[in-house]
């Protein structure tokens, strides 16, 4: 397992703007630090039972069809090829949409989130499941992703006003260099790079 890869895939994805992120940005702005974070804390309970979903779900398909395996990787870096091009593309945090805060919001939203979705959907099987199939592993995978959804989350919180500073002032290149990461994650889980 290329753990850089790896490490920069789920680093790329939780950090830069999504849906969720761009709603605790707003909402830390509107209404704080202290009553966003039980959005924050919804959204992380949600991003959690996703992977571990997808952990569930991958290790049962690559039990019955191990070509599954590599299907899955090949869809999982066409999505961060995806993802890489709206990531170039992507436009300022000022059109944040109107913030809903609050546990259940944010639970909820993740359901609803495609981005979350995707991504859960895919690390498992591109970075977990070619080089480890115990359930322990996928487990300590689980939380160590979920742990890093959390701290993307709460970063977006704790320093949201720097981020969208940075961000619109920066954001040609930021977008560039977390494309260009993308990318990079993107060959590596193709296996086109052994």
Do not use: E
């Amino acid at each position: 397992m290329n753990i850089t890869s790896f490490l920069l895939y789920c680093i790329i994805v939780t950090f830069t703007p999504g849906p969720s992120n761009i709603v605790i940005l707003s909402s830390t702005q509107k209404i704080g630090a202290r009553k966003t974070m039980n959005y924050v804390w919804g959204a992380t309970l949600a991003f959690g039972l996703l992977l571990a979903a997808s952990a569930f779900l991958n290790h049962l398909l690559a039990g019955v069809m191990p070509s599954m395996v590599k299907i899955m990787q090949i869809v999982g870096s066409l999505y961060m090829l995806y993802l890489a091009y709206q990531v170039y593309k992507m436009g300022s945090s000022a059109d944040a949409p109107k913030q809903v805060t609050g546990f259940l919001n944010g639970f909820i939203m993740q359901f609803l989130n495609p981005k979350v979705i995707l991504f859960t959907f895919t690390v498992i099987p591109s970075y977990v499941l070619p080089y480890y199939n115990s359930s322990l592993s996928s487990f300590m995978f689980v939380m160590l992703i979920t742990l890093i959804g959390f701290l993307a989350y709460s970063s977006w919180v704790v320093f949201g006003s720097i981020f969208r500073t940075f961000l619109n002032h920066h954001q040609k290149t930021t977008s560039i260099l977390m494309a260009l990461f993308l990318l990079y994650s993107a060959i590596m889980v193709s296996g086109i790079i052994s």
